[in-house]
C-alpha cells in the first residue's frame, strides 16, 4: 500500500471562508495524508498546529488565500511544492477557485502519492548589498526612493553583467521575475514574461527619461547604483524591506533555489485573463 503524503495547510488569516475550507480538506484527504496545519489557522480552527516554517517538510502545501498569502507561505517554505486557493482580489498566483478546491485538492493529493505531481518551478531574486542580503523573492525586488511621487526620486545607474544598460532619474526601478511580471512590473509599464521564460524584467518606476523597460536573461549579475539627497529603500516581494543610506550599490541575481507552483492553468492566455 502506498504510504500517505505530508500536506500542509494554510488559511488566509482574516476570512471565515478559507478557515472553514482547511476543516473541509483536512476530512476529505484523510488516510491519504497526513495533514498540519501552520499555528495561525490551528488556531482559528481549533486544532494543532506548527511553525510555517517547518511545513517545508510536507510533500505540498495548500495556501487558502490571496497572493500576497500564497508569497508569504512561498518565501516561508522554500522549495516544497504549493498551490493556491484564490481568497483574494487578483488570484495570479492562487490558480485555483474555491469551488473547485475540493476535488482538485484531491486529485493533486492522489498524484503526490503516485509521485507524478508536476510543480513548475519559478525563479527567484536575492538582494545583496555592503553586510546585508534580503529575499529570496518570487515576484520582485523594488529599488526606490524613500517616497512614491516627483519629490521622491533618485538617480539610477543600472549595469547588466558589468555594461551599463541605463541611466537616469526615476522613482526607482523595479526588478521582476517572469512570475512577477503582472504585478507591480506591469503597473509601471513592463512587459508581461511567460513564467516559462528564463528572463528577468528591469523595469524603471516614473522615469523622467522615460527609459524603457528591458528583459535580460535570468543567469545576469544586475547591480543599481543608486544615489541621491535623501535615503533609497528594497523591498522584496511587497514586506521585506531595508532602508539605504546614500550613495549606495545593490547586486541582484537569480536565487539558487527556485520555488515550486502547482498551477492548474494550461496556458499563458489563461494566466492573463486573472487580470481582465
Partial sequence: MTPPVAVGIVARPDSERAHALAVDLASDIDGEAVVSFDERTAAAIDRSGRPIEQLDECDLVVCLGGDGTVL???????????????????????????????????????????????????????????????????????????????????????????????????????????????????????????????AICLTPMSDRRRTPAIVVRDEATITVSIDGPETALVIADGTDRRELDLPTTVTLERAGEPAK????????????????
Avoid at 81 to 91: E, K, L, M, R, S
Fill in 72 to 198: 508569504h507561505v512561498v518565501g516561508a517554505v522554500g522549495s516544497t511544492p504549493v498551490v493556491g486557493v484564490d481568497f483574494g482580489a487578483v488570484g495570479h498566483l492562487a490558480a485555483v477557485e474555491p469551488i473547485d478546491a475540493r476535488s482538485t485538492i484531491q486529485r493533486l493529493v492522489r498524484q503526490c502519492r503516485r509521485g507524478t505531481l508536476e510543480p513548475t518551478t519559478r525563479s527567484r531574486l536575492v538582494a545583496r548589498g555592503e553586510g546585508w542580503a534580503l529575499g529570496p523573492a518570487l515576484n520582485e525586488v523594488l529599488l526606490q526612493g524613500p517616497r512614491r511621487g516627483p519629490a521622491g526620486g533618485v538617480e539610477l545607474a543600472v549595469d547588466v553583467d558589468g555594461a551599463t544598460c541605463t541611466e537616469t532619474t526615476a522613482e526607482g526601478v523595479i526588478v521582476a521575475t517572469p512570475t512577477g511580471s503582472t504585478a507591480y512590473n506591469l503597473s509601471d509599464g513592463g512587459p508581461i514574461v511567460d513564467p516559462v521564460v528564463d
Fill in 261 to 276: 507552483l502547482v498551477d492548474t492553468r494550461t496556458s499563458l492566455a489563461d494566466a492573463v485573463e486573472t487580470l481582465r
